[in-house]
T-cell receptor, first 111, second 114 residues
Framework: GDSVTQMEGPVTLSEEAFLTINCTYT??????LFWYVQYPGEGLQLLLKATKADDKGSNKGFEATYRKETTSFHLEKGSVQVSDSAVYFCALSDTREKLTFGTGTRLTIIP | ETGVTQTPRHLVMGMTNKKSLKCEQH?????MYWYKQSAKKPLELMFV???????ENNSVPSRFSPECPNSSHLFLHLHTLQPEDSALYLCASSQAGGRSYGYTFGSGTRLTVV
């Protein structure tokens, strides 16, 4: 079945550092890929998405590229801010009405 | 306002109580979902409704009972819960049949069973 594997957290970085959160997936078809973010006390918000190979999703300075050859969708940001502290979830959608999530990676940015 | 509204935000209930969680969306979506988020565990998909029909029930105990009276409203009826059911319950909605749309989530109901 479908699965998503994210790097183990927690991740702690200093402000303005470069961020990478790794995500790899297993799917039988050609999934759409997503990154969601969850701020403390809130639900999940869609951060970015990519629907086919080599697509790049981007939002709020975050980027991720759909790599079919490595089945990866790593999240990157060039310069993180304290306000980026949250839990980040990688997810895929391979069939209708089903979204498979990774376990989440907690990110803490220190000033 | 996220477009998906969940009430209440917080709920404390005894094991013998009966309560209901409510979810409402004003996005024109026609698929709705209940997820359970527990500490140190992956998000668990509980129920899926597409076009007001339940299409998935992931072996959820019968003490959880969903109801979807129309495409804008989703309920989760709770009765005789256990302490291990304490968690954040998230509702989401999407456009049915569109795998590339992603979901819109509510802010969740933090449930504590005492």
């Amino acid at each position: 079945g479908d699965s998503v594997t994210q790097m183990e957290g927690p991740v702690t970085l200093s402000e303005e550092a470069f961020l990478t959160i790794n995500c790899t997936y297993t799917a039988t078809g050609y999934p759409s890929l997503f990154w969601y973010v969850q701020y403390p006390g809130e639900g999940l918000q869609l951060l970015l998405k990519a629907t086919k190979a080599d697509d790049k999703g981007s939002n709020k300075g975050f980027e991720a590229t759909y790599r079919k050859e490595t089945t990866s969708f790593h999240l990157e940001k060039g310069s993180v801010q304290v306000s980026d502290s949250a839990v980040y979830f990688c997810a895929l959608s391979d069939t209708r009405e089903k979204l498979t999530f990774g376990t989440g990676t907690r990110l803490t940015i220190i000033p | 306002e996220t477009g998906v509204t969940q009430t209440p935000r917080h709920l404390v209930m005894g094991m013998t109580n009966k309560k209901s969680l409510k979810c409402e969306q004003h996005l024109g979506h026609n698929a709705m979902y209940w997820y359970k988020q527990s500490a140190k565990k992956p998000l668990e998909l509980m129920f899926v409704y597409s076009l007001e029909e339940r299409v998935e029930n992931n072996s959820v105990p019968s003490r959880f009972s969903p109801e979807c009276p129309n495409s804008s409203h989703l309920f989760l009826h709770l009765h005789t819960l256990q302490p291990e059911d304490s968690a954040l319950y998230l509702c989401a909605s999407s456009q049915a049949g569109g795998r590339s749309y992603g979901y819109t989530f509510g802010s969740g109901t933090r449930l504590t069973v005492v």
